[in-house]
């Protein structure tokens, strides 16, 4: 018994003090896959605050986009030029998803727009697998001249490894928060967006056209979805199996609240850092697979304090 | 350059020394559709030009009086500026007061012409028309909502300004001419004061007067052009023609007005003014506000608050003096700086405070301490309308909660025998307007002013103002007795609510106590002390001790000050009920009665004079119903010790 | 009052309106004159906001037409109302609760703003520069409403008196021709009563707005307006100036009478 304690509340916590450099490797990779995690996050956030619909398709959109990447090159189409394209796809269809699923159903319970999603990832699954088979594919790194090969950083008294891969997906996906807060914050598009997300009512009184706004939300979804796309295929491959990791913005969404960008990108370095952590100095104790589950638990501990979300606005229902 | 050898005797030869001087700097600012709007000294002489032919070709003439009505806005100080520089008189007025007051003043200063700043202050004008038919011409600044109104009498702004530069246009000498016909003895400004009884009186000051003593002022805290001022206070209030307008016209800053009354706090945060002056229920608000935002903020910002405040409050003021303070409370001083008092500073448009002044009534001294100790060099005066405020202040560096600074330069004070603080300055008004009698009463034939206040000089030769000569008494023994004064100093304890002080031809000082039910009932509830009501917590032992410590420290204050020794509080009791203005014990503006409560409670006065421990009451009383009844009582009497001089000055 | 009572500039004929089986609207037809004050009363659930919803085309009506500055419709967008310089208010407020009131007012001006997209997401010269010609009239908005204070305050946060106000203020900002009120005084105290009859008032003497309100206070009604029509179970039961509306018998009956 006091063995047990002693491994679950001591020992990894010595381990930690004696190899600081593991522990920040450890934190680094987190932090990465963190990152990534918020990335898909950020999407689901984007489409659920403008439209209240939550977008179960967004994992899809993630696969989606990086198959069409991948696909239209090995069809030779030179690198840049398939990532334009994909950016028109994605364009096409978020144009397609508000003319044949948000606007038919406006004023339908959440749960019907919901369900409307769940066809929508099915349909997509359908369609990348006719259009570019079912096999995995290998992310076009190197045409993309996505940097390669990694850094050994002394640290600490030993090394920490960084992916230079990883770097850049960090430093891309801070750039595209930042453009989007900006976005939001200081223009017009963001103001009506924000408008939106607040009172539909009020938003057409004023003259903001909703379809427009549905439009660019699920766009700039898109445009996310695309570069998550990318990180993540040029860190393992591209295929179907990559959806699993839509499930992971879940906990994510739960421990940032659904409204709150700044709460999708910290929730989900708490659950990638969370994640790295638990698996290394906790995983050998509970066994292999804790990777799976444990996000959750994090996420479940956080909403025993704060059931709105670290940013969520408080949930007030008015009667 | 446009008078041959501008002088600086009055104010309109200032206005133009200053175009000389600075012709393209600001002279003044105003917030208005959401930017900072100014105009430099060369425009505002073209304006006020403008204005004054205007009043001229309206038939406005040298000696004639204008009121000017509305909050402080640059085309109202224009116009003041306008008035006087035809050798007319300026009366600005209160802008919220109500039709009637305003009736008496325009009658009593026989006003024909008028600027009112808005719809609101015309349509007051209007009202009185019928009472006061002299009045011949409004004219109104903003014209909002007065499109339809025909009264002949009425005329915007704008609309003077055109024809006064089409009669400047064909008399280009008039305007200078007139400026050159203007002498500092002249009566610059009437500005009425409420005066707690009867009427107001309409106080003159000449040109001379305001002039000498805002150059005084000046001098004293180094004002000069890098300076930034925002007036909020009324135009009628004498500080604001004495720092708002006779000030920037000497020292040639820039004055500022707000956008709006409501915008105050966001426009003192853009500015950032160097030199500001509220009374204390501003500073008390402002605190108030944000002690709240605190309240609301995360428990980190809270946490590190209360801390920097603790070093603030140990530390601050010292450093503030420029005396010793530990190497590591400096440091934390530092630090919180940064943290804290930088940003609450800015939150509070304080952080240019070079010099902030309070006066016109006692500060409490947490309220006081909070601002001296986050580096504000916050200071107090004393003065009146009839002096031109100016009588004493303290300097940096030697400040005190309990005086108001020494006599200013060139300021004589005099204590008189009852005690009444007289005085005689450059600044000693005139006249009261029309009222001679009046007059004679308050400035003897030595031409010292006679303030009403009683006071004293302490050992360093601070002024020490205690209270209304009227209500000061004396002793049996012939020491002062202040009760107002002593009980202040009780109502600076947050458990104390109301106090009464007796002993006017008796002995010793004796009080009647009312607790704070909400301080002490929060308190009561960390101590786990149950209660019924204000009567049980009132009769509460430990509640008594916790208002004797209270009264104890008064008294060492007292014993420190060899003047009021004597009038140390030796027995108390603390009253079954609260004093209610419903039952006459104090007025509508809640000033305790002393001679009423005294009669009513006479049993209890006497006795607290005649040593027993203890009394039964019974009082008729109404409740908030509006059903009276009886409440009884038995109260304790308390005995509270007394300190002599040399053991108050070993505790301090 | 100086002003001129034009042209019809709103017609509204035959319109009918039910949801399910629920009658709101019947046969009701309407005129709003150009720069006058109308105002709709009538008991709760008489369809007076029925109406508003169908002017500014939240409701498509069954039967019947609207038209607006001489074009027949038989149904509206609220996009191609507010186009067409119809703004409103709403009953309860509908704000934008997390947005200051200047971001509030500035939605107003949607329907003004011109800069495409790609300026717009690069925030580049053009959009910037419209941003501000805009916050300039957004600035006299704030001015004729007396709101300075309350800026960059959000919504949210302020009292309902002066979330009315706001919500007026957003209205305004659009410059329309015609300004739909719905209940703009329910819930305010006298003083803000009294503020808000004013604005109304300036609005219409100042802008030669039209304005068209939904008020239960009888006595505002009065003031305000130029002619009021009387609504009941979704029908129109009178149509007059407030003095002949006061007096007709069927108005006491179903309005004056019965419900208060």
Redesign the interface.
Known sequence: MTHLLYSIFVDPFVQMGAAPDLLAQTLWEGLVSGVLYALIALGFVLIFKASGVFNFAQGIMVVFSALTLVGLNEHGVPAYLALALTVVVMLVLAFAVERVILRPLVNQPDIILFMATFGLTYFLIGLGELIFGGDPKVMISDQLRLPGGSYRIPMLGGYVQMQKIDIAATVIASLMVAALAIMFNRTRIGRALRAVADSHKAALSVGISLEQIWVIVWFAAGIVAIATGIMWGARSNVSFALEIIALKALPVLILGGFTSIPGAIIGGIIIGVGEKIGEFYWGPLLGSGIESWLAYVIALVFLLFRPQGLFGERIIERL | MLLEEASTDTFPRLLLKQVEIRPDRPAIREKDLGIWQSWTWTQVVERVRALACGLAAQGFRRGDRLAIIGDNRPRLYWSMMAAQALGGIPVPLYQDAVAGEMAFVLGDAEIEYAVAEDQEQVDKLLEILPQWPRLRRIYFDDPRGLRHYAQAELMSLDSLEAIGRDFAGRNPEFFLDEIGKGEPSDVAVILYTSGTTGNPKGVSQTHAAMIRTAGVLVEFDGIGKGDDLLCYLPMAWVGDFLYSYAQVHIAGFCLNCPESPDTVMTDLREIGPTYFFAPPRIYENILTQVMIRIEDAGWVKRRMFRAFMGVAKRAGMKILEGKPAPLVDRLLYRLGEVFVYGPLKNVLGMSRIRVAYTGGEAIGPDLFDFYRSIGINLKQLYGMTETCVTVCMQSSGDVRLDTVGRPMPGVEVRIAGSGEVLVRSPGVMKEYYRRADATREVIDAEGFFHTGDAGYFDADGHLKIIDRAKDVGKLADGTLFAPKYLENKLKFFPYIKEAVCFGDRREKVCAFVNIDMAAVGNWAEKRNLSYTGYADLAGKPEVRDLVRECVEKVNRDLAADPALGNSQIRRFLILHKELDADDGELTRTRKVRRRFIGEKYDSLVNALYSGEAGCHVETQMRFEDGRAGTVSADLAIVDAKTFDDAAARKAA | ??KTVGAPILEVEGVSLSFGGVVALQAVTFDVREHEIRAIIGPNGAGKSSLLNVI?G?YHPQQGSISFKGRRRRQVD??EA??AGI??T?QNI??????TVL?NL???R??K?T?N?LQ??L?WGA?RRE?LEH??KI??V??FL?I??I??TPVGRLPYGLQKRVELG??LA?EPQLLLLDEPMAGMNLEEKQDMC?FIL?VN??FGTTIVLIEHDMSVVMDLSDRVAVLDYGRKIADGAPDEVRRDQAVIDAYLGVAH
């Open positions: 009052m100086g500014n939240f609220p996009h507010a186009q703004a409103r709403f509908a704000l934008f609760r997390g947005m971001d500035m939605t107003g949607t329907l703003m800069s997209f717009q997401a925030y959009a941003e916050r300039a600035e006299e704030i001015d007396e300075q204070h800026r960059k957003r209205a659009a004013r300036d003497d100042q």
